[in-house]
Structures are given as structure tokens and as C-alpha cells.
């Protein structure tokens, strides 16, 4: 079974793009770079990403240093390099000049809650990660989660959608939903008989079952003799 290619994500409202300029001559392009070597000097966080990245606003824009506001919202990280090196092209720079332009998230981040290890929000430094690795970083799914029905809250430009994933199905590395996009929840539901207090296993909930039968029986008989 081959698992299904994430389809490209389109870039959303607070995201953080991280941008870098490069050219033959690094004085071309140094207008146009936001804290100039803070990246390099500074160790890889949250933090760091946030305050030397590009926010996407309210209205779907960054703000470039001298090339102003660019429209991003909906747009694919390839398009918004395309869109870029075009504008420098032409207003600032010339095709001999050399121009490298990497437009990259800054991270995929998303949340896991409910029956795992380590709930939380998580950040990933890679463009890719799918379900499993996400919940593993959050500590592994407990004996009690529900691997048949994990919830999936994404966000999309129209609003929210809930989904599912039944991890205990192999066909599952071909959903749509295997690979975390930035800004998922993840919710790890409990299994039906730890939310009626009956175990955590299948031993479990046959010893509770019993033990529940053994008192009641005991019970009827009790009234019974008096």
C-alpha cells in the first residue's frame, strides 16, 4: 500500500512563511530582507521563526521590506516564490543578477488533545508529517484511545471541517487526511467502555462486567432469603 501524496497546501490566515533572498551579489537583495543574519545568529524556535518570519494578516498579506504588501492568502508556497521573484524582476533586479528565492511555512504546527502521552501544540521542522509520526511526538496514543475513529478539525479558507481516520485500517495511508496540515487538531477519543467506566482492555471489561454480575446476583439472592 502506497500512501497518498498531501495535496499542496494553500497558504492561510496566521501562518508564518519563512523567506530567503539570495543573490551573486548579496548587497541586491539585502533591501529587501527582514533582519538581515538575526535568522542564522538565533537558535530555532517558535519564538525565532515568529518574530523573523512573515505573518500572513487578517487580509492575507505580508509585508515585504520596500516590495510592500503581497496577496497570499490561497496561495501554494511554489506561487508565492513565483510571485516574488517576479515582482523583483520587474521593478528591482535584472536576469543576470542571480536570484534564489526559498518560500518555505515556518513549520507545520498543529494540536493533539485527548487520550495520548503529551497533549499539546506541537511545531514540526519539516514540511511534512503525517498522523502517526504527530501523534507520536505527542507521546503515543494511551491503551484507552481510539485508534478506529480519530477526529481531524482542519481549518479551510471557507471555515472548519471535521474529519475521521481509522487508524487500524491499512487503507488508511491513502486518506486524505494521513498528513497533519498546519493548524490541525488532532482529538484522541477514549474507547466506549473507558467513558462507561467498564476498562481499558478486553480483560478489563470482562472482569468489570463480571464483577458488576457477581453483585447483582449476590443482591437478588440476598432479598430473596429475607
Known amino acids: 500500500m502506497v500512501s497518498a501524496l498531501p495535496e499542496p497546501y494553500r497558504v492561510q490566515v ?33 519564538a525565532n521563526l515568529y518574530l523573523n518570519g512573515y505573518s500572513v494578516d487578517l487580509h492575507g498579506t505580508i509585508r515585504i521590506p520596500v516590495l510592500g504588501e503581497i496577496n497570499v492568502l490561497g496561495y501554494t508556497v511554489d506561487e508565492i516564490r513565483k510571485k516574488i521573484e517576479d515582482k523583483l524582476y520587474d521593478e528591482y533586479l535584472t536576469s543576470e543578477s542571480g536570484l534564489f528565492v526559498s518560500v518555505k511555512l515556518a513549520g507545520v504546527n498543529f494540536t493533539v488533545t485527548g487520550e495520548v502521552g503529551s497533549p499539546g501544540r506541537l511545531t514540526v521542522f519539516r514540511d511534512r508529517v503525517n498522523i502517526v509520526e504527530a501523534i507520536a511526538i505527542a507521546g503515543n496514543m494511551k491503551d484507552v484511545g481510539d485508534r478506529a475513529n480519530v477526529v481531524i478539525v482542519r481549518q479551510y479558507p471557507g471555515g472548519t471541517k471535521i474529519h475521521h481516520i481509522d487508524l487500524t485500517d491499512a487503507n488508511a495511508i491513502s486518506s486524505p487526511y494521513y498528513f497533519v496540515k498546519p493548524n490541525d487538531m488532532i482529538i484522541i477519543n477514549p474507547l466506549p467502555q473507558k467513558s462507561i467506566g467498564a476498562g481499558t482492555n478486553g480483560l478489563q471489561t470482562f472482569t468489570t462486567i463480571f464483577s458488576v454480575f457477581s453483585v447483582l446476583t449476590s443482591t437478588v439472592l440476598l432479598i430473596r432469603t429475607l
Not at 519563512?18 to 524556535?45: C, H, R, W, Y
Open 14 to 46: 496566521n501562518d508564518v512563511l519563512n523567506i530567503d533572498l539570495k543573490a551573486e551579489d548579496p548587497q541586491l537583495v539585502a533591501m529587501f530582507t527582514k533582519n538581515e543574519g538575526a535568522a542564522q545568529s538565533q537558535s530555532v524556535s517558535d
